[in-house]
């Protein structure tokens, strides 16, 4: 049975809220706590234990004594714990969600979709797990035979964002854990809880001790610092803005360490004259309003070719008007609160920026007010080159909308960005679709379909967007070598 709010705080209560270190759960080295909040009302939910640097580096010192044992298991067997974590997620739907919705906001229906997400990591790396190969050939010029072995790259830190609390974590640990990899994972520090009881679900599968270690911080910079110096650690994986993830690239240079970043986005979303308007719309919704638009491959700037940009902005903005901002837990709730007031300030500061610079509202345009951090869902038209919002990353139920007379006019624009993680084009014409799609400087392209994310599918952007994929195929190779031997008969 689902939760409502009150048994949601009672399944808070009964959740480790500690550190998970060497196969168990402790307190901080330090005795600190961070509190964890409710985005729809600011109210504290609880707090959880705070991991010092200290604790970084038992955590380390476990990850590495567990590596070589975890890098020598079959893969069968971690395919079958894999597998196992799947089936229990999915058991606990009603458990995940309520906490998705409790610290993150978003609707509980929609938090039941993040656990399905979620879950089918777990599913797709253990089948991943199952099937690493190598070759075995001979050298072109005779002689001797070229063999190759696929090994685990080593312990690794997992770096998760707060906006999928569950589907951006075991899309990194899925992976690692699948290549015989062991892992030091840390949470948002405003969405801890749910990797919490991910991690608990490990915890009572009997993952090997220190094959996975959950250290949840208020000081990231300090903790991932003190980690990346550490010699042991040899993989660093990270989701969140391009800012930070520049950091830690350069920390990395230092010792040389194995990265995958998947960072910002400024997603184009262009639709043609020639659009299925009916598709444009309902795609346009999902890539905008997925996550109140917190995510990194929302729509961020629309492109509409002018015959039908007044069309697509009345239909768009009647479907914005009937959403429904609201507490997780109210069955009538379709759009959450923003994460933080940080958050808030930011998507409020660009709107009233787009409006100074001459763009024009057609719907919402500014905070909610009352409790929380809810901000309307707005569609801005008339957006100029010269504003904000045509440049950064929203991160916010906001559609900004522009327009386009030829399609060339339409890809300049679409590329005048330095990120490149996702784009949408919607046209009938698939040559056009295919052709646009392929000049389009983006990791991931939505053609007529406002949803790229899946976990069979290589998600992963281009330019400042990032470096390596998760998921599809690709995923696992982010935690794995290839051991080359040359042998000679
Ligand atoms: C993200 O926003 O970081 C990823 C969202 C997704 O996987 O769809």
Not at 482 to 488: D, E, F, G, R, S
Request: charged content about 20%.
């Amino acid at each position: 049975m689902g939760h409502d709010r009150i048994s949601a705080l009672e399944l808070v209560a009964n959740l480790p809220r500690g550190l998970y270190v060497d196969g168990r759960w402790r307190d901080s080295s330090t005795g600190a706590r961070s509190s964890v909040h409710n985005p729809a009302d600011g109210t504290v939910i609880t707090d959880v234990a705070d991991a010092s640097v200290a604790d970084a580096q038992a955590a380390i010192h476990a990850a590495d004594t567990a590596q070589k044992h975890w890098g020598a298991t079959t893969s069968r067997y971690r395919a079958e714990l894999l597998r196992k974590a799947f089936d229990r997620v999915i058991e606990r739907t009603d458990d995940f969600a309520a906490l998705i919705s409790l610290e993150m906001g978003k609707p509980l229906a929609e938090a039941r979709g993040e656990v399905t997400y979620g879950a089918e990591f777990l599913r797709w790396f253990s089948e991943q797990a199952a099937h690493l190969s190598g070759s075995y050939a001979p050298a072109p010029n005779g002689g001797y035979r070229i063999v190759t072995a696929r090994q685990p790259v080593g312990p690794a830190l997992l770096i998760t964002p707060w906006n999928f609390p569950l589907a951006m974590a075991t899309r990194k640990l899925g992976a690692a854990l699948a290549a015989g990899c062991t892992c030091l994972i840390k949470p948002a520090p405003q969405t801890p809880l749910t990797l919490a009881l991910l991690t608990q679900i490990f915890h009572e599968l009997e993952v090997p001790a220190g094959v996975v270690n959950y250290i949840p911080t208020v000081d990231a910079a300090a903790q991932s610092r003190a980690l990346m110096d550490d010699a042991r650690l040899r993989k660093v994986s990270f989701t969140g803005s391009t800012a930070v993830g520049s950091i830690l690239l350069h920390q990395a240079a230092d010792r040389v360490l194995r990265t995958s970043m998947e960072l910002g986005g400024n997603g184009p979303f262009i639709v043609f004259d020639d659009a299925d308007m009916d598709a444009a719309v309902e795609g346009a919704m999902l890539a905008k309003m997925r996550n109140a638009g917190e995510s990194c491959v929302a729509a961020n700037r629309f492109l509409v070719h002018t015959a039908i940009a007044e069309e697509f902005t009345e239909r768009l903005a009647a479907r914005f008007e009937a959403l429904i901002p609201g507490d997780a837990f109210d069955a009538a709730s379709t759009v959450g609160p923003l994460i933080d007031a940080r958050q808030l300030a930011k998507v409020t500061e660009l709107v009233d920026d787009a409006v100074a610079e001459g763009a024009r509202i057609r719907v919402g345009g500014k905070p909610s007010g009352g409790e929380g951090y809810f901000y309307q869902p707005t569609v801005v038209t008339d957006v100029p080159d010269s504003a904000r919002i045509a440049h950064e990353e929203i991160f916010g139920p906001v559609a900004a909308i522009t327009t386009f007379d030829t399609e060339d006019q339409a890809l300049e624009r679409a590329n005048a960005t330095e990120y490149g993680l996702a784009g949408y084009v919607y046209t009938r014409d698939i040559s056009r679709a295919l052709h646009f799609a392929e000049r389009l400087e983006t990791g991931m392209v939505g053609v007529n379909r406002g949803l790229v994310s899946d976990p069979g599918g290589p998600f992963g952007g281009v330019k400042s967007s990032g470096l390596g994929r998760e998921g599809g195929a690709e995923g696992i190779e982010e935690y794995l070598e290839t051991k080359y031997l040359a042998v000679q008969l």
